[in-house]
């Protein structure tokens, strides 16, 4: 897929376009002749429309991940699903215990509420994965303690794209009784099978946006089956089960209904395709030279390519493909007041190759030319730098 | 992070970068590649109506894009000045000219320093 400008995007973890087939199903909910009314509004027909499509869509949502629709309590993203995950634990168990264990790779919307957490009296122990990027489920085993309530870990990391052993993780909480299990799916769905009852979880962090859905729509969804019990966090209505109280956004959770649905369906052959597409980018930056790929690749989810580049200033290198190609660097920050990937950096790689990275992310609309065009761009740009840097002219 | 058209220009089409060889040139450098920022600056040193002129230079970087382009630009229009330990342009008017973010500020004084050290330094036989 190409932008405006020519750019081919490559950066599908950040975020997707809605699937024309999904942006279809939203529009049906908002005008006039569509499914318009307060899904909370089931005193009339236009109401009960719209509670019936919500209801819809949390059965396909359920469906996807594994969950009982029931469990499904719509938020507006992954966000404020891990905010109410940690927070509404925390503050529900905070008679029994203030102690929660995360990893020091997870995404911001984990680690600044533990952050905050802490402000607030809790203790938070911080993992730090192995070089490839995955925990051992005994460094879990060893972090708990008796007072532990939480233990928030994410399935695919969104920077290098490893996938955690969740069942693994599952099964120490288990083991440890007290220990409540937060996933953050942000990045799975479509991607990676999730059996949330299967595996024992006991909460999970959705995003529609990450799969071809609507950006403002997500879900945590919290298992009744184990009697997970959280504070809410917002009030005013008593919505989903009086955990987030306002209007549910009915065309943004069908839209996610809808693309969760897709996404769902179309999984074994998507992610075989990207894959292929993904092994093909690897194999064409490998050529140039002094790359180094991040994150264990056996274990990486298909769609994510994270690689430092040698010999090159990571701005530079950012900038230089920018005309060409849509990534993300692996540098938070582009001013001078940099901070490279603090992921890479818990993974042991040093500040320079932190910060020349870049993420690769492709998707469902990547096609085996845009990767071309990819691997020529940042070959173009690796020679240009590092001819100008003085280094490796000769690769 | 946006740039400027004019470190755009020089950013993309670093026409000066490289090196220089011979007995005339002085070669000096500033900054760190493991600190991120690192210049150097071969200046090939003739002589015109007796006095000592920049006759080339060329400049190697391990830098972002707004430092790349300021040490190109410097190369460009330092050729015929007099060949004196001193920049086209204050530091400060670089910031300006290349709309550096005032943040950047102690990028481009590695730049200066390269530019002085070129100056600074003695003759001696380099292979380029």
């Not at chain 1, 945590?220 to 987030?244: I, K, T």
């Not at chain 1, 050529?287 to 274990?299: D, K, M, S």
């Amino acid at each position: 897929m190409t932008g405006s400008r020519n750019t081919v995007y490559l950066d599908y973890a950040a975020t997707t376009p809605v699937d024309p087939r999904v942006a279809a199903r939203m529009a049906e909910c908002l005008t006039q002749q569509g499914a318009f009314g307060n899904p909370g509004s089931t005193s009339h027909d236009y109401g009960e429309a719209a509670s019936a499509l919500v209801e819809a869509a949390r059965v396909q949502v359920a469906a996807a991940v594994g969950a009982a629709p029931a469990d499904i309590v719509w938020t507006s993203g992954a966000t404020e699903a891990n905010n109410l995950a940690l927070f509404g634990v925390a503050n529900y168990q905070r008679e029994s215990g203030r102690h929660m264990v995360t990893a020091r790779t997870e995404h911001k919307a984990v680690l600044d509420p533990c952050r905050e957490l802490e402000r607030r009296g809790w203790r938070v122990t911080y993992l730090t994965p192995g070089r490839g990027g995955l925990l051992d489920p005994a460094q879990v085993a060893a972090a708990l303690k008796p007072d532990t309530v939480l233990v928030s870990i994410m399935h695919v990391n969104n920077e290098i794209g490893v996938i955690q052993d969740i069942a693994a993780i599952a099964a120490v909480c288990a083991a440890h009784g007290a220990a409540r299990l937060h996933v953050d799916a942000a990045q799975s769905i479509g991607k990676c099978p999730l059996d949330f009852a299967g595996l024992g979880l006991d909460l999970l962090s959705l995003s529609a946006h990450k799969s071809y859905g609507p950006k403002g729509a997500g879900a945590l969804v919290v298992s009744r089956a184990r009697g997970v019990q959280l504070e809410a966090l917002q009030f005013g209505g008593g919505q989903e089960r009086n955990l987030r109280s306002g209007t549910v956004a009915t065309h943004q959770v069908v839209g996610m209904g809808a693309a969760f649905e897709l996404a769902s369906a179309e999984r074994a052959a998507e992610t075989a395709r990207i894959a292929l597409l993904r092994e093909r980018l690897w194999a064409g930056l490998d050529l140039t030279g002094g790359v180094l790929r991040n994150g264990e690749p056996e274990q990486t989810a298909a769609q994510l390519l994270n690689v430092s580049f040698e010999d090159v200033e990571g701005e530079s290198l950012l900038a230089a493909v920018r005309p060409f190609i849509a990534v993300s660097t692996g540098s938070a920050c582009t001013s001078s007041n940099q901070e490279p990937s603090y992921v890479l950096r818990a993974l042991g790689r040093n500040e320079r190759l932190a910060e020349s990275s870049l993420r690769f992310s492709l998707g469902r609309f990547t096609t085996e030319a845009e990767v071309d065009a990819a691997i020529e761009a940042v070959g173009r740009a690796l020679t240009r730098l590092r001819r100008v840097s003085g280094s490796r002219t000769d690769r | 992070m946006n740039y400027s058209n004019l470190t755009r220009r020089h950013f993309d089409n670093p026409v000066c970068a490289g090196v220089l060889g011979g007995a005339t040139v002085r070669r000096g450098a500033a900054g760190s590649r493991a600190q991120g920022t690192w210049v150097q600056f071969d200046v090939q040193i003739g002589l015109r109506d007796q006095e000592s002129t920049v006759a080339a230079v060329r400049f190697l970087a391990y830098a972002c894009p707004h430092v790349i382009a300021v040490a190109d630009w410097v190369a460009q229009q330092a050729v015929d000045s007099p060949a004196a330990p001193v920049l086209p342009e204050s530091v400060h008017s670089l910031r300006e000219r290349f709309e550096v973010p005032i943040e950047k500020l102690g990028r481009l004084f590695i730049v200066e320093d390269a530019w002085i050290a070129a100056l600074s330094s003695p003759y001696r036989e380099i292979s380029a």
